[in-house]
């Protein structure tokens, strides 16, 4: 029976041995990628898993050596063993809680940026909506200076026409009185003058008028 024992306990150590090379490498290489390697850190701590049932195996059966020299050479096999899968237990929690700040890290940095690329897009928005604003205003300030020079053009063509027209009335009034025509024909013209002039005032007050909405419609 002690040699079925023995040949167990090798057995169940071998495989310990085994497992225990595997998951330090599952380590290593955890410890050297940059991403998140999700899937090598479950299958290292099933490793891990397994061996500290290997260890409950293995005290099991040096517990039944009778011969106390190999019984305590195999306690501290197993001891050993365990002593190794704890050691690769907590190296696979501090691996997995630095990566998760770092990944923690990396998610408020995403965050900020785009809280920043946010806020950025606002302030360029402002910026458009003030430009805009600025080219409007121009825009009017020139719409209403030319509105301006056309009103002041057309008025100041009014008053020559006006000129004008005055002198050849008096010039025509000298040639009736000159040939004598009655009054009631040059009353007749001078009506005919003063609605002549009640027109070409409606017309400045309209062109007006029509200037001022003009403005008013371009703001």
């Not at 002198?167 to 009185?177: E, F, P, T, Y």
């Not at 009353?187 to 309209?206: C, F, H, Q, S």
């Amino acid at each position: 029976m002690a040699s079925g024992t023995m040949g167990g306990l090798s057995e169940v150590y071998s495989s310990a041995k085994r497992i225990l090379l595997r998951a330090r490498d599952g380590i290593d290489r955890l410890e050297r990628l940059d991403s998140d390697p999700t899937d090598l850190a479950s299958s290292v701590k099933r490793d891990i898993t397994e061996i500290q049932s290997l260890c409950s195996n293995m005290d099991g059966l040096w517990r039944s050596i009778p011969v106390k020299s190999q019984r305590d050479l195999w306690r501290r096999k197993s001891e050993q063993v365990g002593e190794e899968a704890e050691y690769l237990n907590q190296s696979l929690e501090k691996y997995m809680w630095r990566n998760q700040k770092k990944m923690l890290e990396a998610k408020e940095r995403a965050d900020l940026l785009g809280r920043r690329s946010e806020e950025g897009a606002h302030i360029l928005q402002i910026f458009d909506e003030e430009a805009q604003a600025i080219n409007s205003v121009k825009n009017s300030k020139r719409m209403l200076e030319e509105s301006y020079s056309s009103g002041v053009a057309i008025l100041s063509k009014y008053a020559e026409q006006r000129d004008r027209l005055k002198s050849a009335q008096r010039k025509a009034l000298d040639v009736l009185n000159t040939v004598g025509l009655s009054n009631s024909v040059l009353r007749l013209i001078e009506r005919r003058n003063r609605v002549d002039t009640w027109i070409k005032y409606v017309g400045m007050i309209a062109t007006v008028v029509i200037l001022y909405f003009f403005v008013r419609w371009t703001r």
